[in-house]
């Protein structure tokens, strides 16, 4: 059904989430292939990215990309839409992943722990972390721009020590060991065999499903919901309230927008979906020290935000698949050059030329682990390099990947008149 | 900063219930202090200079933030890191006696009073500070004028992790030692024993303010100042802003290498050399640029010194709480000075309100 890209009768029309029957399409797809991704399927699996990231070894890396995925959502909430840039979310990730260590964990003599079920500790994760959001939003109404930010990075900090506190450790246990937290297991009360164990491989109607896989189904599904709920609040009263805010608080108040209302709104929801992803995290980690929750975690978010492009859903998906999944790249590609070097292969000479192997050769990239001095290991490049990508994303495209997407399909929208 | 002259301080704490509440805090952490200083005088001094000379570095990476922020408005998050660099050169230059990143022998370290040498590699290690201030302003925020502030602050946090690698990378195996020529050596005031460093960096802190009140009434510092009040009106008047923003990030970058060196210092570092937690110190002089405001260079002196005292105090009079507080609270007490400072005046003591219009 063809008509014309730009032309939208109605407000419902143009706030649709998916405005087109291409879009619609695409979409269902894209599910699809989600979900049959982790299978050794005859199909699918020759799609090229597919067969790659479904492999086993990469099911891990995919899952913690959307449990991130549920976390940037929030921030993006706060800090695209709503305009308060916090620093913070690792603080709510962390009370997030505590509440449901809290009510979720196995109690010793050391640590707190109910053992409730998950349909109890990840919503309550959620509502632990949004309390707390709650109590820190007052502040966010009173301090602007970057004097919030600055106390947020505050809360990082002081969040990270009261791990060490006597009355900390009870939650977050020992402070260089930290905690074992619940898993994904499904149970309906705390019966001893869980309705669905995570653990062990199962078959399900005609699959055969491993451990990672079924936690991969689960995190998917998650951050599927997540996304709804967040398209939904963005495109809805609330968000526009928050655009609003965002763009200029005080005529947002003239025209009746209660300032005080939306950002406490703000709060609670973006540390609601910081405390489901953080719980999420620390359950797939296992086990986690306080210190995890720190600035560079925070910093992660940002980074996504501004590499996908800020305010947008579709630049959140973008900019944490980007996020999560390049450093991973690198780490293949070094070791596939490291192999060219071995093998001699086409791309030898600059396998030779990146990476240093011995005393004598010269090359950035080291492939020893542990190298102090010049040149620096694939790990200590990736963590530069996400330094350098928000430096160059800043300077050459503020509006991120998401930016790049639109001026892409507006030159084939328009062709052959691009221009 | 122009003071609203209607009202005096003391009508204010009267006016709003926030500050009565500080204010009661401040009385009651005051009298406990007086308490304290009656009875073992010669701790509380000990204490005292301590806070200071701590108080002297906050002030000095204070200033550097202050310096950077009123002349370019940029919150600079990659202070910490800076700081650890010029730390770091000082050690390559004395530690190791090579030019950084060569192998050169440094001819400085065999001058014969071996205290003039250490001096003379501080000064190349500065004006390597100094460099790297200026190569990181024409790279990354010279083309960021015009940009919303926090797109610039942001950058400089990808700034900070970037730097932050190769600052690890250089400690990784071992800390590396600065060899500060006191060394951990001091005298006595009766019973209280005062460190050298602290002398030095109070000494240090009290040079760093003084220059940059003479600069600022020098004609490249009333440029700087015309270009913070207004950069399109200053360009307008033929002031070479971007000049401007080269001097105040290379001054910044100075600062912060001279806060990195005295932070490393013994007493004040535990173990005297450069390490991982060397750059935290930039974090904990957020809240002091934060309490003193933003855009005030005495607000950075008196936050840095209020944040140094705070976080002493508390680590000399509260130790016996560890239990509940938890190890190594200290570090935590200038964020949770901050934050109540702050919810009372939220543009800190001395900063100024941002005006806002629709």
């Known amino acids: 059904m063809f008509r014309r890209p730009n032309l939208y009768t109605s407000y419902e029309a143009e706030n649709k989430i998916f405005p087109t029957w291409t879009q619609r399409g695409l979409a269902a797809i894209a599910i699809i292939i989600l979900f049959l991704m982790p299978f050794d399927l005859p199909v699918i699996s020759q799609i090229p990215v597919v067969r790659f990231l479904g492999d086993s070894n990469w099911l891990r890396p995919v899952s913690t990309m959307f449990i991130i995925l549920v976390g940037a959502l929030g921030f993006n909430l706060l800090a695209g839409v709503a305009g308060q840039v916090s620093l913070g979310h690792a603080f709510f990730m962390g009370v997030g992943a505590y509440s449901a260590a809290f009510l979720g964990g196995e109690g010793t003599d050391a640590v707190f722990g109910m053992g409730l079920p998950i349909w109890i500790w990840l919503p309550g994760a959620g509502i632990g972390a949004a309390l707390v959001g709650m109590l820190i939003a007052p502040v966010a109404v009173k301090l602007r721009g970057l004097y919030l930010a600055i106390v947020t990075l505050g809360l990082v900090f002081i969040g990270i020590h009261m791990g060490n506190t006597s009355w900390g450790k009870k939650f977050a246990g020992d402070p260089g060991l930290g905690r074992s937290f619940p898993t994904f297991d499904i149970r309906l009360w705390k019966e001893e065999d869980p309705l669905v164990l995570m653990d062990d491989d199962s078959k399900w109607l005609w699959f055969e499903v491993s451990d990672n896989q079924k936690t991969y189904f689960f995190v998917l599904v998650i951050a599927i919901i997540a996304l709804i709920v967040a398209k939904n609040l963005a495109r809805s009263r609330t968000g526009r309230a928050l655009q609003a805010i965002r763009d200029r608080d005080i005529a947002a108040e003239v025209m009746g927008v209660s300032e005080f209302k939306y950002k406490v709104i703000a709060f609670a929801v973006s540390s609601f979906f910081a405390g489901v992803s953080g719980a999420m995290f620390a359950s797939l980690a296992g086990k986690l020290p306080a210190i995890e929750w720190d600035l560079f975690l925070s910093v992660e978010f940002v980074a996504i935000i501004l590499i996908g492009g800020a305010g947008t859903i579709a630049g959140t998906v973008m900019g944490t698949v980007f996020v999560i999944l390049l450093p991973l790249m690198i780490e293949e590609m070094t070791i596939w050059l490291s192999e060219q070097i071995d093998e001699g292969g086409f791309f030898s000479p600059i396998a030779n030329f990146l990476l240093t192997e011995g005393a004598d050769d010269f090359g950035p990239i080291s492939i020893a682990t542990q190298t102090p001095g010049w040149p620096l290991n694939v790990f200590d490049w990736n963590i530069a390099l996400y330094g350098l990508l928000i430096i160059v994303f800043l300077i050459f495209e503020p509006l991120g990947l998401y930016g790049i997407w639109i001026s892409i399909r507006n030159y084939w929208k328009g062709w052959p008149f691009s221009y | ?358």
């Open chain 2, 1 to 358: 900063m122009a003071e609203s002259s209607s009202s005096s301080p003391l009508a204010g704490i009267v006016k709003s219930p926030g500050l009565m509440v500080l204010a009661a805090i401040v009385a009651a952490a005051a009298v406990f202090l007086l308490l304290q200083a009656v009875n073992d005088p010669f701790t509380f001094l000990q204490a005292l200079m301590k806070s200071f000379g701590l108080g002297a570095v906050y002030a000095l990476i204070a200033l550097g933030f202050v310096l950077i922020f009123k002349a370019t408005q940029v919150v600079n998050f990659a202070q910490g890191a800076l700081a650890m660099t010029g730390a770091l050169f000082v050690s390559f230059m004395v530690a190791d006696g090579h030019i950084p990143f060569t192998t050169i022998p440094n001819p400085l370290v065999n001058i014969s009073p071996s205290w003039l040498g250490w001096f003379l590699s501080v000064l190349v290690a500065l004006a390597a500070a100094a460099i790297l201030g200026l190569i990181i302003e024409r790279l990354t925020i010279r083309p960021m004028v015009g940009e919303p502030l926090f797109s610039v602050a942001v950058l400089t946090l990808g700034l900070e992790i970037f730097l932050r690698v190769f600052n690890n990378d250089a400690v990784k195996i071992q800390f590396r030692s600065l060899e500060v020529p006191w060394g951990v050596s001091g005298f006595n005031i009766g019973e209280a024993f005062v460190a050298w460093s602290y002398v030095a960096s109070m000494i240090t802190a009290a040079v760093a303010f003084v220059a940059v009140f003479f600069f600022y009434r020098s004609r490249m510092g009333i440029a700087m100042r015309a270009v913070a009040y207004d950069q399109e009106a200053a360009m307008a008047q033929g002031i070479n802003v971007g000049r401007v923003f080269a001097i105040a990030w290379a001054a910044g970058a100075v600062l912060a290498a001279i806060g990195g060196i005295f932070a490393t210092q013994p007493p004040v570092a535990q173990t005297g050399a450069v390490q991982f937690e060397t750059q935290l110190i930039a974090f904990r002089t957020l809240p002091a640029v934060i309490l003193g405001g933003l855009d005030s260079v005495q607000g950075a002196l008196i936050g840095g010194l209020i944040i140094g005292f705070a976080e002493i105090m508390a680590g000399q009079y509260a130790s016996g709480q560890i239990d509940i507080l938890g190890a190594g609270y200290p570090l935590i007490v200038p964020y949770v000075v901050m934050i109540i400072g702050l919810l009372v005046r939220p543009y800190g003591l001395f900063g100024t309100p941002e005006i806002r219009r629709v």
